[in-house]
Every structure is written in structure tokens, then in C-alpha cells.
């Protein structure tokens, strides 16, 4: 086809030579050989000045013109008829001079040339069957999935010039140089998780289809060594039926990587900035390094991230240039960047349907006006407006701001789009544990009440051993970010085998604590408290159970220090936690004491679903005697967020009835192995513990449990379910104690 084009094209151009000069078609005749040269003729050079045609002939060759009448119409086409019929005469005459067997016909002779017979169908003169016994096939049924999927292609996929490298530690490009093996398995997995091939799972309607896939891989393959600098590579496709009938097809793309391009010059269009090195270093690859697109962007990436950290709030990265050098196989890189002024933070702003207003937002900046813009600051903005619950949305940008600093430096006031959450919400949590039973908890809270984050909460517990009913107004970030400020007031009664309670409490908190969404690694509270409890217990004294009322007041206060990386499923890190509380009895006389606990715990990760958990809790009270302190006030041992295996309380001094009666000390321990896979997760464990009547703990007679758990692991945290038993269990412990609730036990 290639050939027969370009005879075409070269006839249709000689075409006008021949017109010019008819001489030159014409055939020379053939002549021995002789050298010499053939004599090339001319015609004789017209004079410019001689007429082409005399007048004469010209005006001789126009028709005249005269006033003779016009012929009719009818004249006219009687002619046109008889210039029809001769034509007619002389086609015909020519097909019959062409034609023999026509001439055969009209010239009478004996051979000529007949027509076919006719074909002549008996059936033909049969009547037509009556319709009542007219067998009419039904039409054929459609195709079915199955018999389309047995009738579809099969083929599969080879890749050649890339596997050979697989075997190896370096390959080489098409200049020599060493490619790691790496890089081919990079550009071969990046393929196969992209491929169209692939994804037909080998299958395909017909070879169409078949090609149409392999024509967007090849473009695929191209784009992928395209992105780890092999810019002349080529891909072939070849689709090749099977040597066998039945196996499926061969689709081969072949590849041919060619030379791999590095970096030559690298070169960034951009303003004097500070530091003077701030783009050049924020740019990791350098020159020799191989173009790697990936590795580029992020380098990119990386200079539009460190700007605005360094006061550039307004930077943009403009389009790279990677101008390609075949000879040498390097290529020069330029980038613009517009870095804008260098700016301090400026005013807050806010717009939108507001949550509050620009005032309060000030409280929760970690910068003040002045400061060196820094994009960290502003993301570290952004996450406590969202962790203040009350907005939908939020939005903070930079903006141009009025005025500059004294050395000139222009300000970059910050802009806070809100949108405003519903400020209600209702909340519930279910758990279950022996001796413990089921404990169901629901809530009501207005969040922003009174303004700014000032809230209203109403609190019902129902359970099989306590019910409770209680109401309290906080406010978030009172004056400072991060602190809070909680009022109480609950009436609670409690029913277990230790005590049975009636308690009101009024408490006061102000603290610094953690959330799901902001988790702090310092935390800390105090407070006071008053409550008015009566409660029943064995008195020893009397051999039997005494009610009694108890007047406590409390200065409760805790330190924290959180270094693990989730507050409800932690996998690496530690928590330490001292808790103590000087109070006050006046129950049987004024009596002054401390409770104190500490609470330890590590996180260890084996693997990346593997981590190893310990958790230690030391707890003591001084000061008074066990009988004269409050029941409620005591240490017990036992349960789900104590020593699991034994029910709610259960560990410790017993009475002579068996129930416990609580200590004034207490030490636990566990140790955890948890696995992780997907959304559920098993956990195995240990536990020991124990209560004693001294205001020290022994540290003896421990008590330990064993069991396994599952964990669902949710957006809120995990849902855990624990079955344990006592090891070594005693008369009157239960054989199995289960535990429901959300979060990790510790």
C-alpha cells in the first residue's frame, strides 16, 4: 500500500509536466548504447509581441447572431428524442458486436447461447395446509449468561522485558547504566494494580475487545516507565492465537525500556526568601538523581508545606519545566514559585452561621498577634474548633491583613468560616459484667446553653445494681484553652453485696483533660465535693448489718501523663495517672484521711497486629479506721476494670456472711496480648489482684483470673466482650464471669 501511494503521488505530480510538454510522453525509441549525450529539443521561443489567433478566425469562430425567430419548443425536443434513439441504436449496436451470444441470436445461427431453465418446485402446486395444523417453531431462546461466558475468549497476559530482571539484583538500561531490581518491580506492580488485561480477569467478548484492552495497558505501561524516568521507552502489543485449540489467546506486550534520564540542572524562579536556602533545601532530589515522578511531587509538595510554616502564607507552586537532553540522557529542571510577602499573624475574623465569635476563637490560638506566620499553628487552630463539637463545618485560611510590623512586614489576618452544628444531642452506652449486672447510661445535652460553650447536661443510669439521675452545667475552654469547668448534682443508690447506698452528691471540677479527638499528653484536675451517703454494713462489733449515715467532703485532684498514640485502643507508648484526695468524715466522729491510687500501664507492639499490654494499680488510705469510713470509700477487687474472673467487688475481707466488706488498700496487675486482623481483634489475658484491711498493701494472697476476649473495633473505639475464670477458684465464686463494654480494659 506504502508503494502504491507513493506512485500515485508521484504520477499525479508528473502530470503537469505532460501537460507542458506533450513531447515527453511520448515513447522514445530504443537505441543501442552511445556516449553521447542525447540532444534535448526545444521549441522555438514564441515572440511575445505575435498574436496566438488572427482576428479574422476569432471573429469567424463566434455564431452570429441574427433576428431570426426561435425554434419551438416542440421542434426541439423531437430532436432531442432522435439524438436519444441513435444514441440507444449505437450502445446497443456496440453490446451486441461485444456480446456472441447476442450476436448468435440475431444472426440466426444454430449455436447459440440459452438461459437457465427455470426451476420448476412440485410442492408448489400442493394446497396450503389448513392453519389449524401448522407447526410454527418457536423462535430461538435468547443466549444465557453461562453460554455467553463459554462462548467469550480467554487470554492471557505476558509481559516480556521486565520479568527477566526479577531474578536479579541490578539491571542495566539501554546506555549500561545499573537500574535496581527494584525499580522494575515497582513499574511491573504498578502495572498489574492498574491493568485493564487484568481486570477482564482473562476474559473478553470477542478479539475487539481484546485489543481495545491491550492498547489502553500499553499506554498504561508507557505512563508508568514515563514516571520512573525511562521517557523513549516503547511497548509493542501482540495478540497471538494458541497452539492448541481451545487454550486461550497470548497477549504479549513487549517492552523495551531504552535509557533512563537524571536530573541535570535544577533551577527554582523565585524571590529572595528567608532563610536564604528555605526552597533549595525543602527540595530533596538532587542533581544525578534518576527522575522519578513520584519523588518529584513530593519534593513539590514539601516546598508548598514548608512555605507557609516559615511566613509565607500566600506561596504558590507554579508548573515544573523538565527540559530532556536525548544526547546526554539528563534533563533540566525549573520550577516558579510565587512565595508572596513574608507576614506575621494579623486579626481573627469569623463569618457564617457562627458558633461564637471572633473573641472566643482568639482563646483557643496557640499564637498571638505578631507572631511569625506558621501554618502548623493555624492547622492546630482548625482541629480545636473542631474538637469544640459545636460546628458542622470550619474553614481557616489566610487572608491580606491592614497595616504591617514596625520592620515593614506585612500582616496575614486569619478568616474562620463556621457552620453551626446542632448544639442538642442524646447519648447512651450499655455494659454488662458479673456481680456487676446490666448498667444502661443515656444522656441529654444542650453544648452551647450558654454561650460561649457553656452546656446543660441531664444524665439518667439504669442498672440491675445501681440507678442514678444527675445534672450539671459546664463550660469548655473557660478563659483558656483546653480548660473546663463542671458542676454537678446527682442522687445515686447503689445495691451490691458490699453496701447498699442512698448518695447525693454536689462536686465542682475544674480540669485539663483528654477527649477522643484531642488527646493530650499532660492532663490534670481538682475539685471539691460533698456528699451525704447512707449505707449499710456489717458491724463486727454487733455480728450483723447497721445502716449509717455519712457526711464526706472531698478535695479530689489527679495528675496525668499520656505518652501513647490512641486514647481508647493504644498500641505503643505508656500512661501514668496519681490520684489523690484529702477528706473528711463525719460519720462517727470527725475523722481526716487521704486516698490515694496510681495507675501505670505499657504498650508494646510485637508486630504491626501484635501489641503486648501491662497495667499496675497501687491504692492506699490513711488516717482512719476501715469501720469509720464510708463503705463507698473503700477499695474493692473484682471485675471488669479490676481483676477480671471474679465478680463486681468481689476480692478482698469478706464478712462472716461471705460478702465483701471492702479494705483500705488494694494492688492489681494484668497483662495483655492482643490481636489485631481487620475490624475484630482477640485479646488473652491475666489478672491478679487484691484488697487487704491495711492501709498498706501486702501484696500477698493475690487472686488471679484468665480469660480471652474479642474486640469489634469501631470509628468511637472497640466494643470488647471478655469471658475469664478464677484460677484456684473457691467455694461460692462463679466458674465463668462475662464483661461487655466499650473501649480497651485498660
Request: net charge negative; hydrophobic share 40%; with cysteine.
Amino acid at each position: 500500500m506504502i508503494r502504491l501511494t507513493a506512485f500515485l503521488y508521484l504520477g499525479c505530480a508528473a502530470a503537469p509536466l505532460l501537460a507542458q510538454n506533450p513531447a515527453a510522453g511520448a515513447v522514445a525509441p530504443v537505441q543501442g548504447p552511445s556516449t553521447v549525450p542525447a540532444k534535448v529539443l526545444s521549441p522555438a521561443p514564441a515572440d511575445p509581441q505575435t498574436p496566438i489567433i488572427g482576428d479574422a478566425e476569432f471573429d469567424a469562430a463566434i455564431p452570429s447572431l441574427d433576428d431570426a425567430p426561435l425554434e419551438s419548443i416542440d421542434a426541439w425536443q423531437a430532436e432531442q428524442e432522435a439524438r436519444e434513439e441513435g444514441g440507444t441504436a449505437q450502445q446497443q449496436a456496440a453490446q451486441t458486436a461485444a456480446d456472441p451470444a447476442i450476436a448468435a441470436e440475431q444472426d440466426g445461427d444454430a449455436v447459440e447461447i440459452l438461459p437457465d431453465p427455470p426451476v420448476i418446485d412440485p410442492t408448489l402446486d400442493h394446497p396450503l395446509p389448513p392453519i389449524d395444523g401448522f407447526d410454527a417453531e418457536p423462535p430461538p431462546e435468547p443466549i444465557q449468561a453461562a453460554e455467553r461466558e463459554a462462548r467469550a475468549l480467554r487470554y492471557v497476559v505476558r509481559i516480556d522485558g521486565l520479568d527477566a530482571t526479577k531474578t536479579t539484583d541490578v539491571a542495566k538500561d539501554a546506555d549500561g547504566v545499573a537500574v535496581e531490581a527494584a525499580v522494575w518491580r515497582d513499574v511491573r506492580g504498578r502495572f498489574d494494580s492498574l491493568s485493564v488485561l487484568n481486570d477482564g480477569d482473562g476474559s473478553a467478548e470477542n478479539r475487539a475487545e481484546i485489543s481495545q484492552r491491550a492498547r489502553a495497558d500499553r499506554q498504561l505501561l508507557l505512563d508508568v516507565l514515563n514516571g520512573q524516568g525511562f521517557f523513549d521507552a516503547d511497548v509493542r502489543v501482540a495478540v497471538q492465537p494458541s497452539v492448541v485449540e481451545g487454550e486461550p489467546l497470548n497477549v504479549i506486550l513487549t517492552v523495551v525500556p531504552g535509557r533512563r534520564y537524571f536530573l541535570g540542572q535544577i533551577a527554582f524562579a523565585a524571590p529572595a526568601v528567608q532563610p536564604a536556602d528555605l526552597i533549595s533545601s525543602s527540595f530533596v532530589p538532587k542533581s544525578g538523581d534518576p527522575i522519578v515522578a513520584d519523588i518529584i511531587l513530593a519534593a513539590e509538595a514539601n516546598i508548598s508545606v514548608k512555605l507557609p510554616e516559615n511566613g509565607y502564607p500566600f506561596a504558590k507552586v507554579g508548573e515544573r519545566d523538565i527540559l530532556l537532553d536525548g544526547d546526554a540522557g539528563i534533563g533540566d529542571y525549573s520550577l516558579p514559585v510565587e512565595t508572596g510577602a513574608r507576614s506575621y499573624f494579623g486579626q481573627l475574623r469569623t463569618e457564617g452561621t457562627t458558633a461564637f465569635d471572633a473573641d472566643h476563637v482568639s482563646i483557643l490560638r496557640r499564637f498571638k498577634t505578631g507572631d511569625l506566620y506558621d501554618s502548623r499553628k493555624v492547622d492546630d487552630l482548625r482541629a480545636a474548633l473542631i474538637a469544640t463539637g459545636l460546628l458542622s463545618t470550619v474553614s481557616v485560611e489566610p487572608v491580606p491583613g491592614e497595616g504591617s510590623a514596625p520592620d515593614g512586614t506585612p500582616y496575614a489576618d486569619l478568616l474562620v468560616r463556621q457552620e453551626a452544628a446542632p448544639p442538642r444531642t442524646i447519648a447512651g452506652s450499655a455494659g454488662y459484667g458479673t456481680g456487676q449486672g446490666l448498667r444502661a447510661d443515656a444522656s441529654w445535652t444542650h453544648r452551647n446553653l450558654f454561650p460561649p460553650e457553656g452546656s446543660l447536661t441531664a444524665a439518667g443510669v439504669v442498672g440491675t445494681k445501681e440507678q442514678a439521675v444527675s445534672i450539671s452545667v459546664a463550660r469548655a475552654n473557660a478563659g483558656r484553652r483546653d480548660r473546663n469547668i463542671d458542676i454537678s448534682l446527682s442522687a445515686l443508690h447503689s445495691n451490691y453485696d458490699a453496701f447498699e447506698a442512698y448518695t447525693g452528691r454536689l462536686a465542682g471540677t475544674m480540669s485539663f483533660v483528654s477527649t477522643p479527638i484531642w488527646q493530650k499528653k499532660f492532663t490534670w484536675s481538682i475539685g471539691a465535693e460533698i456528699l451525704a451517703t447512707s449505707e449499710d454494713q456489717f458491724d463486727f462489733a454487733r455480728g450483723l448489718r447497721d445502716r449509717q449515715f455519712f457526711y464526706v467532703a472531698a478535695l479530689p485532684g489527679q495528675v496525668g501523663f499520656d505518652r501513647s498514640d490512641n486514647l481508647l485502643d493504644p498500641t505503643k507508648g505508656y500512661r501514668v495517672n496519681v490520684r489523690v484526695s484529702p477528706e473528711t468524715s463525719l460519720g462517727s466522729g470527725k475523722q481526716i484521711y487521704a486516698r490515694a491510687i496510681l495507675d501505670a500501664s505499657y504498650y508494646y507492639p510485637v508486630k504491626d497486629n501484635i501489641v503486648v499490654a501491662a497495667r499496675a494499680r497501687v491504692g492506699t488510705i490513711s488516717g482512719i479506721a476501715r469501720d469509720n469510713l464510708a463503705p463507698s470509700r473503700r477499695f474493692y477487687g473484682g471485675g471488669g476494670g479490676s481483676v477480671r474472673g471474679f465478680g463486681y467487688q468481689q476480692l478482698g475481707p469478706k464478712d462472716p456472711n461471705n460478702d465483701p466488706v471492702g479494705g483500705r488498700s488494694m494492688n492489681e496487675f494484668a497483662l495483655e496480648g492482643r490481636t489485631r486482623f481487620g475490624n475484630y481483634g482477640v485479646v488473652g489475658f491475666v489478672d491478679a489482684g487484691q484488697a487487704y484491711e491495711s492501709s498498706i498493701p501486702k501484696f500477698n494472697d493475690w487472686r488471679m483470673g484468665v480469660g480471652v476476649g474479642g474486640r469489634f473495633y469501631t470509628n468511637f473505639g472497640p466494643i470488647r466482650l471478655d469471658i475469664a475464670t478464677p484460677v484456684n477458684r473457691r467455694p461460692g465464686e462463679s466458674r465463668v464471669s462475662v464483661y461487655v463494654s466499650i473501649g480497651q480494659a485498660f
